[in-house]
């Protein structure tokens, strides 16, 4: 098979009349332009040029070359002007990979705004336990909560944002009826964990040594809000929740940072740029909420 670059230089050559000054438009060595050319002659089994003393001549196999290198030419500029293209407007599939309450509890509005904002761009959200992986292209733009930026990937771009905190809650009710001096007890609710959390030694509100333990986010929240007893939760979840309140004494305990990270030339493309500077600053307006600032404690 022809290498392309190999015809490039020949081009060059042809069109320059020499190989230092095709050397120059392309902005390599005179030694990389006989190389090339020597490649592409050994390949056909021709000789593509005369040296004479005032330059490079086209031999008649080199006439019949230089047609069809033209066509090879335009044909290669017409492919990258359509990809190119393709890849700069605001369409096509995006892939999202996120945390589940991050998607459920804050960001699903603001996709949503950019859903219709672009309403050419084919958006996949994937917000499963698990997350996507960039460098295999699972997803485009991958959003993580970091709580180390030495273990970033250094092959992934990272966008920093705000970071994120995270506090006790219980039940409003349940809460006033502990106050009251009511005996049930108050278990500590966890998705999974083998032993009693630090954040369930805290605080004015004292758990049961029994724990209760949830499949997932979701199934955590509703048992708080249902008075099974206290739990930890991103600021961002419990504080906009009526049904639940900041457990009295206990303070905030960081998650991480957020980051926005996307891998290679994909971040290039029109719509992960559009993608990843809208969400940025969504992100950056939610600081307050996310540091937990937004809401004083009951």
């Known amino acids: 098979m022809i290498d392309w670059d190999d015809v490039r230089y020949f081009l060059a050559v042809a069109r320059e009349g020499s190989v230092r000054a095709a050397a120059e438009r392309l902005g390599v060595n005179h030694s990389t332009v006989l190389r090339r050319i020597a490649q592409l002659e050994e390949h056909l089994g021709a000789h593509m040029f005369e040296k004479l003393p005032s330059g490079y001549r086209l ?33 096509g599939l995006l892939r999202v990979t996120l945390p589940p309450f991050l998607a459920a509890h804050l960001l699903m509005p603001d996709f949503a705004d950019f859903a219709r904002m672009h309403p050419d761009i084919e958006m996949e959200i994937l917000s499963s336990g698990e997350p996507a992986n960039l460098t295999n292209r699972e997803a485009d733009v991958a959003i993580r909560i970091v709580s180390d930026r030495k273990t970033l990937p250094l092959n992934l771009h990272g966008l920093m944002g705000p970071e994120l905190f995270g506090g006790v809650y219980l039940s409003r009710d349940r809460l006033a009826a502990w106050r009251a001096g009511a005996s049930d007890p108050i278990r500590w609710i966890v998705i999974n964990n083998h032993g009693l959390p630090d ?63 996307t891998q290679g030339d994909t971040r290039k493309t029109k719509r992960v740029r559009l993608f990843t500077e809208f969400v940025s600053r969504r992100l950056a307006a939610y600081a307050p909420l996310l540091a937990g600032l937004s809401v004083s404690r009951d």
């Open 199 to 261: 954040w369930a030694r805290e605080g004015e509100v004292r758990t049961t040594g029994i724990p209760f333990r949830t499949p997932d986010a979701e199934a955590q929240i509703v048992a708080a809000q249902q008075g099974v007893g206290m739990t930890k939760l991103p600021c961002f979840v419990g504080d906009a929740d009526p049904l639940l309140v900041r457990v009295p004494g206990t303070d905030l305990h960081m998650y991480g940072t957020l980051w926005l990270l």
């Open 59 to 91: 031999t008649a196999a080199g006439e019949e070359v230089v047609e069809l290198a033209h066509q090879m030419e335009a044909s290669s500029h017409l492919l990258e002007t359509r990809v190119f293209g393709r890849d700069q407007s605001a369409s």
